[in-house]
């Protein structure tokens, strides 16, 4: 059971525009949501979170919007520069008996061209 | 601040044999968690160490195993090695709180089981 979900695995966008990134969930139990970018031969790292009591979080070029009523939460970036070209990851922790996993997407490849 | 520290960075094995990777995480961090990352699959979890204890598990088979140290060092080992082992293996540090959502990755170890 996917329960988060990153339905489009590539985006291509060109320099300087706006990249958005979607992610999907279906466990209304999650309370918090993060984004991961990684690179190639690197870990994943840390680039923005939203808690569930907020709709939106900006943070420079990037903006986080959840939308929970649908279930849908969406990274923007703007502009987009050659150096955001990496795999970005949507993630929910999954708290349980005081301790948390994070559930992840599958991840979105995004291409941004210059 | 030293980042965390995984070893090694590449490996390859072949089918039947077993493995051992390590991972170091930041100073003060008590929490290791170990996270599978495959095409296609995202990132699953494996299991979380506290403490020296186990906390959390995923859903793996019983190949895959872990351990904690006193100095919060921990060590996954998977027995058995299978073709499907073959993935990126990743290690995140956290303060293991639930008020604190936040793991720091370490940069992986690329197993190869051929």
């Known amino acids: 059971d996917q329960q988060v979900k990153q339905n489009s695995p590539s985006l291509s966008v060109q320099e300087g525009r706006i990249s958005i990134l979607n992610c999907d969930y279906t466990?209304?139990?999650?309370?918090?949501f993060l984004w991961y970018k990684k690179y190639p031969a690197e870990g994943p790292t840390f680039l923005i979170s939203?808690?569930?009591?907020?709709d939106k979080n900006e943070d420079g070029r990037f903006t986080v919007f959840l939308n929970k009523s649908a279930k849908h939460l969406s990274l923007h970036i703007v502009p987009s520069q050659p150096g955001d070209s990496a795999v970005y990851f949507c993630?929910?922790?999954?708290?349980?008996?005081?301790?948390?996993?994070?559930?992840f997407g599958t991840g979105t490849r995004l291409k941004v061209l210059a | 601040k030293a980042g965390v520290t995984q070893t090694p960075r590449y490996l390859i094995k072949t089918r039947g044999q077993q493995v051992t990777l390590s991972c170091s995480p930041i100073?003060?961090?008590?929490?290791v968690s170990w996270y599978q990352q495959t095409p296609g699959q995202g990132l699953q979890f494996l299991f979380e160490?506290?403490?020296?204890?186990?906390?959390n598990k995923g859903n793996f088979p019983g190949r895959f195993s872990g351990r904690q140290f006193s100095n919060s060092r921990s060590e996954m080992n998977v027995s058995t090695l299978e073709l499907g082992d073959s993935a990126l293996y990743l290690c995140?540090?956290?303060?293991?709180?639930?008020?604190?959502?936040?793991?720091?990755f370490g940069s992986g170890t690329r197993l190869t089981v051929v």
């Open positions: 466990n209304s139990m999650f309370d918090y």
């Open positions: 939203i808690s569930s009591i907020k």
């Open positions: 100073s003060g961090h008590r929490s």
């Open positions: 995140a540090s956290s303060l293991g709180t639930v008020t604190n959502y936040g793991y720091t």
């Open positions: 160490y506290f403490s020296e204890t186990q906390r």
């Open positions: 993630a929910a922790p999954l708290t349980t008996s005081g301790t948390y996993k994070y559930i």
